[in-house]
């Protein structure tokens, strides 16, 4: 069957440090990964964007890695801050003409001050 | 603001009953999704068009649901004879078919509490 799996445990980190999120799926053949920000109460904001020929992406603090081999992208905010604090999506585009993404269950992030 | 719009942001019905959501998206995107969002999971893909045709459905969406976009801008989403597991938030997203980078820009939400 197809999944997409990301932590489901919350991820607890000090202020200042490097938080990893981690996306694993299975029997998908992704064109593109994105990863997006979620609120409480709010529609999710997308981050980044990266593309099955690529490894590595960059944004500012934030850096995700996309391995087609083992079907997993990391993602990572470095320095991290509490206004960090939210859930963290991973979603596959697995058709490029639509674009319509398949989400994964998402994982909570808490950066303590 | 010129973000995804989506109205309204709350609504309680009886079950049975009929409802209708509103979205409207970014104005030059040409590309209109919608997406159901239950607690502790991720958006799952509900239907999605491009301009005013609907081009793909998920099984997900019973007979109940319709959605329409009648001049390729804003978009409807009704849902007929409301049931307790038809609640959820709702989302619509944007995004512009071709552009750069094919990122979705998502609206609020309408969260659906069937009572």
């Known amino acids: 069957s197809q999944k997409i799996e990301q932590n489901s445990e919350a991820l607890n980190i000090q202020e200042g440090k490097t938080a990893t999120l981690t996306c694993n799926y299975t029997n998908y053949s992704p064109a593109y990964l994105q990863w997006y920000r979620q609120d409480p109460g709010r529609g999710p904001v997308f981050l980044l964007l990266?593309?099955?020929?690529?490894k590595e992406k960059r944004k500012e603090r934030l850096k995700v890695t996309f391995d087609t081999t083992l079907k997993q992208s990391l993602f990572h905010i470095t320095a991290s801050q509490p206004a960090d604090s939210a859930t963290y999506l991973c979603?596959?585009?697995?058709?490029?003409?639509?674009?319509?993404?398949?989400f994964g269950t998402g994982t909570l992030l808490a950066v303590q001050p | 603001d010129t973000g995804v719009s989506q109205d309204p942001r709350h609504k309680i019905t009886k079950r049975g009953q009929n409802v209708t959501f509103r979205c409207d998206p970014i104005?030059?995107?040409?590309?209109l999704y919608w997406y159901r969002q239950t607690l502790g999971q991720g958006p799952e893909f509900l239907t999605y068009?491009?301009?005013?045709?609907?081009?793909?459905k998920s099984r997900l969406l019973s007979d109940r649901f319709s959605a329409e976009r009648p001049k390729g801008s804003f978009s409807t989403l009704e849902i007929q004879r409301t049931e307790q597991g038809d609640s959820a938030m709702y989302l619509c997203?944007?995004?512009?078919?071709?552009?750069?980078?094919?990122?979705?820009?998502f609206g609020p939400g309408t969260r659906l509490t069937v009572t």
């Open positions: 997203a944007s995004s512009l078919a071709g552009g750069s980078v094919d990122e979705q820009y």
């Open positions: 104005s030059e995107h040409n590309r």
């Open positions: 979603a596959l585009d697995i058709d490029g003409a639509t674009n319509k993404l398949i």
């Open positions: 068009f491009q301009n005013e045709a609907q081009l793909e």
């Open positions: 990266i593309r099955e020929n690529e």
